[in-house]
């Protein structure tokens, strides 16, 4: 006896929402759910309705759960993030699936965060420091050291970049917003180096986590930046100067406050290397990498530093940044054949890598609900998305009082 195929009674006006909201063509998804384009126009146009295993396999493409196919109509989505990789009089670029993903993503470990605060009876922290377009980077570069609570005495003594990347992180978190990293290795930084996502409460910074800690670190900034003149958006960082006239001013301004909040201008201009430089473009290679390692950036933060304070002509600049771009992707190819070699080395245990995705400030608050008997064992394993026997290292590394790369 045949039996009968069990159709799934589901919206087929929330099926498309569903695919289109993931940014998949109705192509790619008919071949990863391995049926034909025309069976999934069906379904989408209400002609047919899939089957509760075939409905499964759309979950699992779409990363949605199964429940939300069957809401009256499709849910309201967020705003979508303004986008400053337009180029002028040009569309906005597509996003990727895997982009489209995590800032969903973001959004979802946000309204976690709130929900946690709720039920533990506290009030999400606020953050009051507002800047404009019009303020003086230079100027407001101090008030962000100051409501950091970094000094620069501070900065210097860290030893490395990967500890300057966690401390950056961790003291930004620790002034009410959320920190996160990305999780897809598919998210090239071609394509976005950052996000931010502005809000009063809460505000959000994601990272791409395939970059170098220098970069990670001036990321940061640059969506803080965003954040505080409240203009969110997705972010690659290539020269500003190619960018449409409004994604060109805020972008320059971003980039000249990160660079001032990391390489501070007193401490700068008093640097022996710098001052030895009377003239123009007499900085030697030498010192640019030395002032690089004091302060825990790249190589090429301290050009911009520099061109901005005319000790490089706009010519220099580029010669180097050429330089130093090549090197950087020469690194980066280093990297990727050491991880397809499978050194040991390369990837961090699981624990590690779910607390740098989350971010320290969002898995204490999972785990000060667990402990308060606001949310349950399987909670815990859902909103930190791991199995419960990683959960005594993350408590272990937790209580140790540091943040992840």
């Not at 303004?82 to 906005?92: A, C, F, T």
């Not at 709720?118 to 922290?125: A, T, Y």
């Not at 960082?237 to 909040?261: D, M, R, T, W």
Request: charged fraction near 30%.
């Amino acid at each position: 006896m045949v039996r009968k195929k069990v159709e799934a009674l589901v919206n087929p006006e929330v099926l498309l929402w569903a695919r289109e909201s993931a940014h998949l063509s109705i192509d790619i998804v008919a071949k990863k759910a391995n049926i034909k384009v025309e069976q999934l126009k069906s379904w989408e146009s209400g002609k047919s309705r899939p089957s509760i295993p075939q409905l499964v396999k759309l979950g699992e493409i779409y990363k949605r759960p199964i429940s939300i196919f069957y809401l009256p109509k499709p849910p309201k989505e967020f705003d979508a993030l303004h986008d400053y990789r337009r180029l002028p009089d040009q569309p906005v670029p597509e996003l990727s699936p895997a982009l489209a993903y995590e800032i969903r993503r973001a959004r979802e470990r946000r309204e976690i965060a709130l929900d946690l605060y709720e039920l533990l009876g506290e009030k999400p922290p606020e953050v009051s420091l507002k800047i404009t377009l019009d303020d003086d980077p230079e100027v407001v570069s101090i008030q962000i050291r100051k409501f950091l609570g970094v000094d620069i005495k501070e900065q210097i003594r860290w030893k490395n970049n990967y500890i300057a990347y966690n401390r950056w992180r961790g003291v930004i978190e620790s002034s009410g917003f959320l920190c996160f990293q990305t999780t897809d290795k598919k998210i090239k930084l071609t394509e976005m180096r950052g996000f931010s996502i502005s809000q009063r409460f809460l505000p959000v910074i994601v990272i791409n986590k395939l970059d170098f800690p220098a970069p990670k670190i001036f990321s940061l900034m640059h969506e803080l930046s965003h954040i505080l003149i409240e203009k969110e958006g997705i972010c690659e960082f290539e020269e500003p100067y190619s960018l449409a006239p409004e994604e060109q001013k805020v972008e320059i301004f971003c980039n000249h406050l990160a660079g001032a909040v990391l390489v501070p201008k007193d401490d700068l201009l008093i640097n022996e290397a710098v001052k030895r430089s009377i003239n123009i473009n007499s900085i030697k290679e030498s010192d640019i990498e030395q002032l690089a390692r004091r302060y825990k950036v790249s190589k090429e933060v301290i050009l911009r530093r520099l061109l901005y304070f005319r000790y490089i002509s706009r010519d220099f600049y580029e010669k180097y940044k050429e330089l130093y771009d090549k090197e950087a992707i020469q690194r980066a190819l280093k990297e990727d054949l050491k991880g397809m070699k499978g050194e040991k080395d390369f990837y961090p245990p699981m624990h590690i890598k779910i607390i740098g995705c989350i971010g320290r400030k969002l898995t204490n608050l999972i785990l000060s609900g667990y402990y308060q008997e606001k949310i349950t064992l399987s909670e815990v394993s859902d909103y930190l998305g791991i199995k419960l026997k990683h959960l005594p290292k993350i408590e272990a590394e937790i209580a140790k009082g540091f943040s992840f790369i």
